[in-house]
């Protein structure tokens, strides 16, 4: 059974920065497998934050250029560092993954299908 914990959520003033980890829980994680994360406002619909797999790695609009996803195969840890974060970047942040060792479609929007490993959250709060 596989598990994502994520952690490294918090509040921030705008402009700071932060870290979020997410550990898988199967050693080793499939290495080609789609994984990344997206994210959830009060009252609004997911939004998909950045996805990678072992041939590309892809952000959203919102975020590119300020958050960077990385992987550690060695540690089965995925990091999104936050960089510039601003006001309307509040939100839950979930990590998800593919349930099969399949690289991500739709130029990694695929991480926010329903039926994907995800964890519980990590909440950051940008205050302006």
């Known amino acids: 059974h596989v598990q994502l914990v994520e952690s490294g959520g918090g509040p921030v003033p705008a402009g700071g920065s932060l870290t979020l980890s997410c550990e898988i829980s199967?050693?080793?994680?499939?290495?080609?497998?789609?994984v990344g994360w997206f994210r959830q406002a009060p009252g609004k619909e997911r939004e998909w934050v950045a996805a990678?797999?072992?041939?590309?790695?892809w952000y959203a609009g919102s975020v590119r250029g300020r958050f960077t996803l990385s992987k550690d195969n060695a540690a089965n840890t995925l990091y999104l560092l936050m960089n510039s974060l601003k006001p309307e970047d509040t939100a839950m942040y979930f990590c998800a993954a593919h349930r099969s060792n399949t690289l991500c479609s739709g130029n990694g929007r695929s991480i926010l299908y329903r039926d994907n490993h995800r964890g519980q959250g990590t909440q950051v709060t940008v205050s302006s």
């Open positions: 990678l797999d072992e041939e590309d790695t």
């Open positions: 199967t050693y080793p994680y499939r290495l080609r497998a789609c």
